[in-house]
């Protein structure tokens, strides 16, 4: 089942999302590279960042939204981009090994990505760097509520085959990539984010996590879907007052990982 992204509603919580991208980045060591790329780069907000630490790089936002591109297009940064579906970019015969390879909250859309690290790790050039970053807050209400208003016999029939985000955590990651003989650095780190407005939580989660079992339902069902999961989010993220004034706070843990795909062995 196929579900669209609105880079809009995506980016209404620019800082918080992008927060996570710095930090990743942060932790790549790459000087002087000559080819980047950002998959999974969603509206480019972020590959622009990307562009600007390595102005003398090719920069390449790849996403499989075409709106996102479009969005990202818009933009003006001095990366490119292009409309793919980040398995069909690994498995493209043309392709070129890069310097630095960045995914930032994708992967978890991808079913059975953990099987994807050794052509993520042959995509780079040898002492590369290989970054990315999934959500880790699956266990939490924001998606264990969305289960179970989903699991309600009205909607399950429609609900069932939704996309799903899933992934893994850092130590799984970096056995993985260890493994495939790279040096790896994973952590995990929980932002406490403020959100504030009418129902920011599901506001933030209608955007990514809960958009396709939302696409997923009949205009008529869908009203009291999001009606009942906009009341048990409130129970679960009560507004308090915070700085400003009342807000929202939204533990969210992200998984961080950054590999060093090793030197290949000359043939003689």
């Given at each position: 089942?196929?579900?669209?992204?609105?880079?809009q509603?995506?980016?209404?919580?620019?800082?918080?999302?992008?927060?996570?991208?710095?930090?990743?980045?942060a932790?790549?060591?790459?000087?002087?590279?000559?080819?980047?790329?950002?998959?999974?780069?969603?509206?480019?907000?972020?590959?622009?960042l990307?562009?600007?630490?390595?102005?003398?790089?090719?920069?390449?936002?790849?996403d499989?939204?075409?709106?996102?591109?479009?969005?990202?297009?818009?933009?003006?940064?001095?990366?490119?981009?292009?409309?793919a579906?980040?398995?069909d970019?690994?498995?493209?015969?043309?392709?070129?090994q890069?310097?630095?390879?960045?995914?930032?909250?994708?992967?978890?859309?991808?079913?059975?990505?953990?099987?994807?690290?050794?052509?993520l790790?042959?995509?780079?050039?040898?002492?590369?760097?290989?970054?990315?970053?999934?959500?880790?807050?699956?266990?939490?209400?924001?998606?264990?509520?969305?289960?179970?208003?989903?699991?309600?016999?009205?909607?399950?029939?429609?609900?069932?085959?939704?996309?799903?985000?899933?992934?893994?955590d850092?130590?799984?990651?970096?056995?993985?990539l260890?493994?495939?003989?790279?040096?790896?650095?994973?952590?995990e780190?929980?932002?406490?984010?403020?959100?504030?407005?009418?129902?920011?939580?599901?506001?933030?989660?209608?955007?990514?996590?809960?958009?396709?079992?939302?696409q997923a339902?009949?205009?008529?069902?869908?009203?009291?879907?999001?009606?009942?999961?906009?009341?048990?989010?409130?129970?679960?993220?009560?507004?308090?007052?915070?700085?400003?004034?009342?807000?929202?706070?939204?533990?969210?843990?992200?998984?961080?990982?950054?590999?060093?795909?090793?030197?290949?062995?000359?043939?003689?």
């Open positions: 089942m196929s579900h669209t992204w609105d880079p509603r995506y980016l209404a919580f620019a800082d918080e999302r992008g927060r996570p991208f710095l930090d990743l980045v932790r790549i060591g790459a000087t002087a590279p000559h080819a980047v790329v950002d998959l999974g780069c969603g509206p480019g907000n972020l590959t622009a990307l562009a600007q630490r390595w102005p003398d790089a090719v920069v390449t936002g790849v499989s939204s075409p709106a996102m591109i479009e969005r990202a297009r818009a933009e003006g940064s001095a990366a490119t981009f292009e409309v579906d980040l398995r970019w690994l498995a493209d015969p043309e392709r070129q890069v310097d630095v390879l960045v995914s930032n909250a994708t992967l978890q859309w991808v079913p059975g990505h953990l099987d994807l690290l050794p052509d790790v042959e995509a780079v050039r040898p002492d590369g760097w290989l970054a990315f970053g999934v959500p880790g807050n699956f266990d939490q209400p924001s998606h264990t509520l969305l289960e179970e208003v989903a699991a309600q016999p009205a909607y399950q029939p429609h609900t069932r085959a939704a996309p799903r985000p899933a992934a893994h850092a130590a799984t990651y970096l056995r993985a260890a493994a495939l003989g790279c040096a790896v650095e994973a952590w780190t929980t932002y406490l984010h403020v959100l504030r407005g009418e129902d920011p939580v599901f506001a933030w989660i209608s955007s990514t996590g809960a958009r396709p079992v939302l339902l009949p205009d008529d069902l869908r009203p009291g879907f999001v009606a009942e999961y906009q009341e048990r989010l409130r129970a679960s993220y009560p507004s308090v007052e915070v700085g400003e004034g009342p807000g929202v706070l939204f533990p969210f843990r992200r998984t961080f990982v950054v590999a060093r795909p090793p030197r290949r062995p000359e043939v003689a």
